[in-house]
């Protein structure tokens, strides 16, 4: 299936809520023939992160707004909007939100590709 262009807004995805974090996918893989995901998350203060276990594919985290504690690599650090982080493949990746204002981060995936 060829990819074709496509405007987006976060109340057209569908969202799911769990543990006070709101998660969009704004394009899946499908939509991208297998590219990349995008999924933005909203978090309320204090919500609990998502486990997460070391992640299958190149993830790249952008920090829209609010403060974030991200825990990737080993390496923990607090993050504000502006910061991004890359986390390659087979990584440990957590993202906590920690200030007093929601929090907002989007999540690009891509699959690794093997040569």
Do not use: C
Not at 7 to 29: C, P, V, Y
Not at 62 to 89: C, H
């Amino acid at each position: 299936m060829k990819p074709v262009g496509k405007f987006i807004h976060r109340d057209q995805t569908g969202a799911t809520a769990s543990g006070g974090n709101e998660i969009a996918t704004l394009l899946s893989s499908a939509e991208t023939a297998g590219r990349f995901a995008v999924r933005e998350i909203v978090a309320e203060p204090g919500a609990a992160p998502a486990p997460q276990l070391p992640v299958a594919d190149n993830r790249y985290v952008f920090v829209v707004a609010g403060e974030w504690e991200i825990e990737a690599g080993g390496e923990r650090r607090v993050a504000r909007g502006g910061v991004s982080v890359f986390i390659p493949a087979g990584e440990r990746y957590v993202a906590r939100p920690i200030g007093k204002s929601p929090g907002k981060i989007l999540e690009i995936a891509a699959p690794v590709v093997r040569r």
